[in-house]
């Protein structure tokens, strides 16, 4: 039969401007998590980890917040340039899982426009 | 900057046929994984292999996929015999060794396409 693929959410922002992305995470006892962004045609490339002894991480131009209370976590691109076009995925590691055993979310579409 | 190597880029197979998908790691790395993406879906996790043998599975990785580290190098998922829903985009990924969790990096992907 005929798969049916999910719908992105899509963030379209402006070159220069901060982006947010979202993602709200499953399981309460996930104890790492990491941001991934994947080019069309590529395979996942890492931009921020955080564990979850921690609610806040920065990176170069990127920073990662967690807050467990409501079981999410959000990446925040600062002065967003058009290379970071792509689709974003959070993934979370259960700490009922081996390590490196990741949970993908379903992704949200960042287009930026000039 | 090193990186998973993973070839071929794309392989057309016809249903029922035995694929294998080969996939090098970065050298100082013990653990390794397979993933797939169908195509508009999310990432998901097939199997996670360390010291030779598989850590875990998921419900996907079924009697039909095997993985095997046959030569110190190379990673490998076998699927012995292909179904048309098996067309996705297969990573390989690996990560260091270390009582901490680490990031994991993935190759670019082999597109398999079951016809």
């Known amino acids: 039969g005929e798969s049916v693929g999910l719908h992105l959410p899509t963030l379209s922002v402006q070159e220069g401007d901060n982006s947010i992305i979202n993602c709200a995470y499953s399981n309460s006892a996930s104890d790492y998590f990491i941001w991934y962004k994947q080019e069309s045609g590529k395979g996942p490339q890492f931009i921020i980890d955080?564990?979850?002894?921690?609610d806040k991480r920065q990176g170069q131009r990127v920073t990662v917040l967690l807050n467990k209370t409501v079981k999410h976590l959000s990446l925040q691109i600062a002065a967003t340039q058009p290379g970071d076009s792509a689709v974003y995925f959070c993934a979370e590691k259960w700490t009922t899982d081996s390590w490196g055993k990741l949970q993908f979310g379903a992704g949200t579409q960042v287009v930026v426009t000039p | 900057e090193p990186e998973v190597t993973q070839t071929p880029s794309h392989q057309v197979t016809q249903m029922g046929q035995e694929v294998i998908l080969r996939c090098v790691p970065i050298s100082n790395h013990l653990y390794f994984y397979w993933y797939r993406q169908i195509l508009g879906q999310k990432v998901e996790f097939l199997v996670s292999?360390?010291?030779?043998?598989?850590?875990?599975k998921s419900e996907i990785f079924d009697d039909q996929f095997s993985v095997e580290r046959p030569d110190g190098s190379n990673f490998t998922l076998k699927i012995r015999s292909t179904k048309l829903e098996d067309s996705a985009m297969y990573f390989c990924?690996?990560?260091?060794?270390?009582?901490?969790?680490?990031?994991?990096?993935f190759g670019q992907g082999t597109r398999l396409t079951v016809v």
């Open positions: 292999f360390y010291n030779n043998e598989i850590s875990e």
């Open positions: 990924a690996s990560r260091v060794q270390g009582t901490l969790d680490t990031e994991a990096f």
């Open positions: 955080i564990r979850s002894n921690m």
